[in-house]
């Protein structure tokens, strides 16, 4: 490439496109993606549940959540992952800056992130970790716990039945009346289900598994 | 193999004053927490991780982490003991 006829700008942002691509490949080349991952739990535990039947995961969060590692966790579980801001100016989630949006334009995206989310079985809202969380942070797991858990749940998954039980019902049939799903909707959440079942090595959809599946649904929310 | 952050051992204390922070189990945790924050929520957990959520006019669900869970029952606790105090 020749350097020379760039303007200054150009050269700028090739240098900041340079800074990300390698940022990203040396999360890539990270022998243990979970190293680089702090306190996002949650955001952990729905890669795994999305992992054991491949569904793919919304993340909906700010800037500097830590995408590109959890990201890279996903696709090493051969899962999907995508990443949507809040909002457009993405400060929307975050208490320590103030969200620069309209009302109107707030109300705009979050009808079109519906619209998105409808093609996700899990959708997880993930924030920036905080300092205290940073400073204190060891990691207590391995990204082979985390593999060895999805490749058994795998091999489980066929003895789980799709039915609920009878309590298990009641609650769906709040959850698809007050959430306003959609029977596609219903279906990812029944197969959510069954995967934390068999994660948990049972053979019945028990009403955790399906209230932690229902709050996978959360764009799902009636506007 | 259920996956957990590494619990907070005061607030353990907090929550169960006669429990042996070494040896408590996540279902020792859920039970009192459950107790704590009872009749507004419900708690469950899978994989280390709980859900909280209640139903009806308030609908939610929320997952959080055993930390939060016990941050969470404490601050009912002090609610209920705050709201004794103001009816006297």
């Given at each position: ?209 399906l209230a932690e599946a229902i709050q996978y649904r959360r764009l799902d929310r009636k506007i | 193999m259920p996956f957990s952050e590494p619990w907070d051992k005061e607030m353990i ?76």
């Amino acid at each position: 490439m020749n350097l020379t006829n760039k303007s200054t700008d150009q050269l700028t942002q090739l240098g900041i496109d340079i800074r990300e691509e390698l940022k990203v490949r040396a999360i890539a080349e990270c022998e243990d993606p979970l190293s680089l991952i702090v306190a996002q739990d949650a955001a952990i535990r729905a890669i795994t549940v999305a992992a054991v039947q491949h569904h793919p995961v919304l993340l909906y969060g700010g800037p500097d959540i830590g995408e590109n590692a959890l990201i890279n966790l996903a696709s090493r579980l051969e899962t999907h992952v995508s990443h949507s801001w809040p909002c457009p100016c993405g400060q929307a989630m975050n208490p320590f800056a103030a969200c620069s949006c309209s009302v109107q334009i707030l109300r705009s995206h979050a009808i079109e992130m519906r619209k998105i989310s409808r093609k996700y079985a899990i959708h997880i809202e993930v924030v920036r970790p905080t300092e205290r969380q940073l400073s204190s942070f060891k990691q207590w797991r391995t990204f082979g716990d985390i593999e060895k858990q999805v490749q058994s749940a795998r091999v489980y998954l066929p003895q789980v039945s799709p039915k609920i039980d009878s309590t298990g019902s009641i609650l769906m049939r709040q959850a698809y009346t007050e959430l306003g799903l959609g029977p596609e909707a219903r279906n990812n959440i029944i197969e959510v289900s069954r995967s934390i079942a068999a994660l948990d090595g049972t053979k019945n959809i028990a009403v955790p598994h399906l209230a932690e599946a229902i709050q996978y649904r959360r764009l799902d929310r009636k506007i | 193999m259920p996956f957990s952050e590494p619990w907070d051992k005061e607030m353990i204390k907090k929550l169960i004053p006669d429990a042996d922070p070494n040896t408590v189990t996540l279902k020792d945790i859920v039970d009192a927490a459950k107790e704590a924050i009872r009749p507004d929520y419900d708690v469950c957990t899978t994989g280390g991780l709980s859900v909280i959520w209640t139903m009806g006019t308030r609908f939610a669900f929320e997952q959080v982490g055993t930390n939060r869970l016990m941050e969470i029952a404490l601050q009912a606790i002090e609610n209920r003991k705050a709201a004794k105090c103001e009816q006297k």
